[in-house]
């Protein structure tokens, strides 16, 4: 199962572009790229999901080097609201486990 | 919209009492999760079912078991409450491996 590595916290201010880049180094042929958001005292919730190249949601978008060794979440201009804990997760294949790692903690200001 | 309800949202039991938390999906998903969740920790996978009657161990199993005997419920017990056990559970459920996993809102449980 591929491990991800990604910052412990962040801080931006409102309407500024975020981005938070994960590295997960030992990601299998068939892993796809996750990225889940977490409020307190709510359950995650799904963002964005890739494979390869760049994907974008209405929420944000994901970037995803020829490598697969690390991807990046790309929040434009964020507001109070996005303040939350950002997790990216590899996963897929041979196994339905999600590995979640502690997550970024996104502090944003006004 | 896919719902996941607990059974609880908080839940305070004593050390040795046996400990059942329920979760309930509305949209016939196949595979559905327990997890805790502790601070410093992240996210740490307890049991999964992939369908009825079926379980896995995750990353955490022990003093935990579940019980999946109709697809859109899935109990996590708790067979004798430990005061390590205090944290907050989240269940989830997904129709597919490479699909997204839909969250309840967690039951923070405590054991005294």
């Known amino acids: 199962l591929a491990k991800t590595t990604q910052p412990i916290s962040m801080d931006s201010y409102e309407g500024q572009e975020v981005n938070i880049t994960c590295s997960h180094n030992?990601?299998?042929?068939?892993?796809?790229i996750t990225w889940y958001q977490q409020f307190p005292s709510q359950g995650p919730r799904f963002i964005i999901q890739?494979?390869?190249t760049k994907v974008t949601n209405e929420v944000a978008s994901l970037f995803i080097p020829a490598d697969r060794k690390s991807s990046t979440l790309s929040l434009p201009r964020v507001s109070l609201s996005d303040t939350a804990v950002y997790y990216c997760l590899a996963y897929g294949g041979a196994t339905n486990k999600l590995i979640f790692g502690t997550g970024t903690l996104l502090a944003v200001q006004p | 919209d896919v719902k996941v309800t607990q059974s609880s949202r908080y839940l305070v039991k004593r050390t040795g009492e046996k400990v059942f938390l329920e979760c309930v999906q509305d949209m016939d998903h196949e595979n559905m999760f327990w997890y805790r969740q502790d601070p410093g920790l992240g996210l740490r996978l307890i049991y999964f079912s992939y369908d009825v009657k079926m379980k896995e161990k995750g990353d955490i199993p022990e003093g935990y078991s579940v019980s999946r005997e109709k697809k859109e419920r899935f109990s996590l017990i708790l067979e004798s409450a430990s005061t390590n056990q205090t944290s907050m559970y989240l269940c989830?459920?997904?129709?597919?491996?490479?699909?997204?996993?839909?969250f309840g809102p967690g039951t923070r449980l405590t054991v005294l």
């Open positions: 030992n990601i299998a042929t068939n892993d796809y």
């Open positions: 989830a459920s997904r129709t597919g491996t490479y699909n997204e996993q839909f």
């Open positions: 890739g494979y390869k």
